[in-house]
Nanobody, 119 residues
Framework: QVQLVESGGGLVQTGGSLRLSCVTSGSTFSIHDGGWYRQAPGKQRELVASISNDGRTNYTDSVKGRFTISRGNAKNSIDLQLNNLKPEDTAVYYC?????????????WGQGTQVTVSS
């Protein structure tokens, strides 16, 4: 079974940076498109950033100019660079990707990674 493995979360101070990575469990499985979501305590999960197969990106207003989503050269990863972090960015961040598995496409979720920003 293909999995999305996330890494890169942690605790940072306001203004700090983190880089989140989401990689398929097998290097032969590529990502067609995907995005990063986050869920803060007591709130609904929201889409933070997305990237299409041809590289077009979209961001929610609150992170524009601070976060950057990108795909790895091997097309089996989606990264999220988080700069100028604020306490309101504190949440569990989830990767969701449309993964190509033997010619078919399946939506997959990562396990989530905690990002905590201290004031």
């Amino acid at each position: 079974q293909v999995q999305l493995v996330e890494s890169g979360g942690g605790l940072v101070q306001t203004g700090g940076s983190l880089r989140l990575s989401c990689v398929t469990s097998g290097s032969t499985f590529s990502i067609h498109d995907g995005g990063w979501y986050r869920q803060a305590p007591g709130k609904q999960r929201e889409l933070v950033a997305s990237i299409s197969n041809d590289g077009r990106t979209n961001y929610t207003d609150s992170v524009k100019g601070r976060f950057t989503i990108s795909r790895g050269n091997a097309k089996n990863s989606i990264d999220l660079q988080l700069n100028n972090l604020k306490p309101e960015d504190t949440a569990v961040y989830y990767c969701k990707a449309n993964v190509i598995i033997f010619g078919l496409r399946y939506d997959q979720w990562g396990q989530g990674t905690q990002v905590t920003v201290s004031s």
